[in-house]
């Protein structure tokens, strides 16, 4: 049973949800005090905002009751591809926004326990969604993805990294050819034209090379969320790699 005290602040939490301006704060105290029954009763809110912050809050607490709300949340077609990234964060399962076979994976699973991600399952999916050959393994992988005009481009993804706050990330990046230090403005400048990812410059093999790299938060890494990243990644480094060398060695 909750503590008077403890239930009249996670209801202060709660009512600031509503208000856009003290969101953010007011669901990391949620989730730093773990109120898993007041995030499930967000779940029921009529404000879209609020049922928001409580699928991520809950996906990142990882609790496990939420499963059945979540996938209920689904079938209604409620923020899908955030309950889908939440149940996934939960489960370690990768069914997307496939409401049906989360229903009845759930009725096969008598409770769904702690994440068991199956990473290498996971790179397989990706793999196929790409048509992509895939080497690796544990928590280092290289895609190799055919590209237009015979052209073709690896990408590497590595799992494990945590960054600065401690959470677990996805790294994600492909070579694009030798840094000349002549060219470093006029590649740089192209990260404010691009959706996501940036150019960078990194050494290999003592050389620093230009390379196109992306992050992904562990928990929001779904097969096709990491494919769209990839195939990304890919179609942009391949462009400056052509344009530096004319060549197509990565």
């Given at each position: 049973m909750t503590d008077p005290p403890k239930a009249a602040q996670y209801?202060?939490?709660?009512?600031?949800?509503?208000?856009?301006?003290?969101?953010?704060?007011?669901?990391?105290?949620?989730?730093?005090?773990?109120?898993?029954?007041?995030?499930?009763?967000c779940?029921?809110?009529?404000n879209e905002s609020v049922v928001w912050a409580a699928i991520q809050s809950l996906g990142e607490l990882q609790a496990t009751e939420a499963v059945a709300p979540l996938v209920d949340?689904?079938?209604?077609?409620?923020?899908?591809?955030?309950?889908?990234?939440?149940?996934?964060a939960?489960?370690?399962e990768y069914f997307g926004a496939n409401a049906a076979q989360w229903r009845q994976w759930l009725?096969?699973?008598?409770?769904?326990?702690?994440?068991?991600?199956?990473?290498?399952?996971?790179?397989?999916?990706?793999?196929?969604?790409?048509?992509?050959?895939?080497?690796?393994?544990?928590?280092?992988?290289?895609?190799?993805?055919?590209?237009?005009?015979a052209r073709a481009q690896k990408v590497a993804v590595y799992f494990g990294r945590t960054d600065d706050v401690g959470d677990q990330m996805v790294v994600i990046y492909s070579e694009c050819g030798p840094a000349n230090p002549?060219?470093?403005?006029?590649?740089?400048?192209?990260?404010?034209?691009?959706?996501?990812?940036?150019?960078?410059?990194?050494?290999v093999k003592g050389k620093p090379q230009f390379v196109m790299v992306d992050t992904m938060l562990a928990l929001s890494v779904t097969p096709s969320t990491l494919a769209k990243h990839i195939e990304n990644i890919a179609t942009r480094a391949d462009m400056v790699e052509k344009s530096l060398t004319k060549e197509d060695r990565r």
């Open positions: 209801d202060q939490w709660v009512r600031q949800l509503e208000d856009p301006w003290s969101r953010r704060v007011a669901r990391k105290q949620l989730v730093a005090a773990r109120a898993v029954g007041s995030l499930l009763e779940l029921q809110s009529s949340l689904l079938e209604q077609g409620t923020l899908t591809l955030d309950v889908a990234q939440a149940l996934t939960i489960t370690g009725g096969r699973s008598p409770a769904a326990g702690p994440p068991q991600a199956d990473t290498a399952e996971c790179i397989r999916q990706t793999a196929g969604y790409l048509g992509a050959e895939v080497s690796g393994s544990d928590k280092s992988y290289v895609f190799k993805l055919s590209l237009p005009e002549k060219l470093y403005e006029a590649v740089l400048r192209k990260n404010m034209g691009i959706p996501s990812g940036a150019f960078a410059i990194r050494d």
